[in-house]
């Protein structure tokens, strides 16, 4: 769909979609689609220029790290007129990169341009983007080649949702990574969650039922800033899942622990890959 096309397509009423309930998948950069059908200010054009720009930046920077498929996972109503946590814009995508043996699930949308927002200090949204890599996506909740569907069935999608809506809740992370470094995260009711209760083996999960995460470390193998894109540097931050008692540790040490995880992590050959069937470091 060329770029004339969405702008059309973004200010008509939408076709209801067979997808799985509230999800629906869609090109990277298509915008949310207002029910009633009127004409563009310049502002609205210039606003979705942006975002076409950004998700276009964000694309190339995929396509160098693995596959990316062309369509990301979305919803057919934004989880903000819901409810939900508020991003930049009402876009809230997950896009699938396909690399070698391990899937990327990441966040499309965080670093928007905030919607109804001009002037000069505008950027791009919260200028970071979220994602996790792993080996360890069930077969089942893989889709083939071309369809990323199944993946809203994965532990994946559920944990970055949730680190995602926290994230975006708090205005964003860039202040708190710039002066920390590493952070971690605390994801509640993992019993609640299908997809985390069934794929996560038991020691992932604390005895009060949460998940943990490093948010910002280990660095990744790969370029994650992005100084091309339309208003600002946008920075890709990888989210780590870690053990209960990996947990437990930094929930006694703060920042140093955190500091050390990672660091052991590295040590152990791990990095920023999320995997099942190892071992904890700590």
């Not at 609205?44 to 596959?67: F, K, N, P, Y």
């Not at 062309?70 to 809230?92: C, E, K, N, Y």
């Amino acid at each position: 769909m060329n770029f004339l096309e969405k702008l059309l397509n973004a200010f008509k009423k939408p076709t209801p979609q067979k997808a799985e309930p509230g999800l629906a998948s869609s090109e990277p950069g298509a915008a949310e689609q207002p029910c009633s059908q009127y004409q563009p200010t310049e502002a609205q054009l210039a606003s979705i220029a942006l975002m076409e720009a950004g998700a276009a930046c964000l694309d190339r920077h995929w396509q160098a790290v693995g596959s990316c498929e062309a369509d990301v996972l979305g919803f057919a109503i934004s989880p903000s007129f819901t409810g939900g946590p508020h991003w930049p814009s009402t876009r809230q995508a997950y896009r699938i990169v396909r690399r070698n043996e391990r899937i990327i699930l990441a966040t499309e949308g965080l670093s928007d341009p905030f919607d109804g927002v001009q002037g000069d200090d505008l950027g791009n949204g919260f200028e970071m983007e979220l994602f996790i890599e792993t080996p360890d996506i069930p077969t089942h909740a893989q889709g083939a080649v071309g369809d990323v569907s199944p993946f809203a069935d994965s532990w994946t999608f559920e944990l970055l949702r949730c680190v995602a809506g926290t994230v975006a809740d708090a205005g964003g992370y860039r202040s708190r990574l710039e002066r920390y470094g590493v952070l971690s995260l605390e994801l509640p009711g993992v019993s609640q969650s299908r997809a985390m209760s069934e794929q996560l083996p038991a020691h992932f999960v604390s005895a009060d039922d949460c998940a943990g995460v490093l948010i910002g470390g280990p660095a990744a193998d790969f370029p994650t800033r992005l100084d091309d894109m339309p208003l600002s540097p946008v920075t890709l931050v990888p989210v780590v899942l870690i053990t209960a008692s990996e947990l437990d540790y930094v929930r006694n040490g703060g920042a140093q622990a955190r500091e050390d995880l990672a660091a052991r992590l590295n040590a152990a050959g791990l990095g920023h890959v999320s995997h099942l069937q190892r071992a904890s470091v700590i």
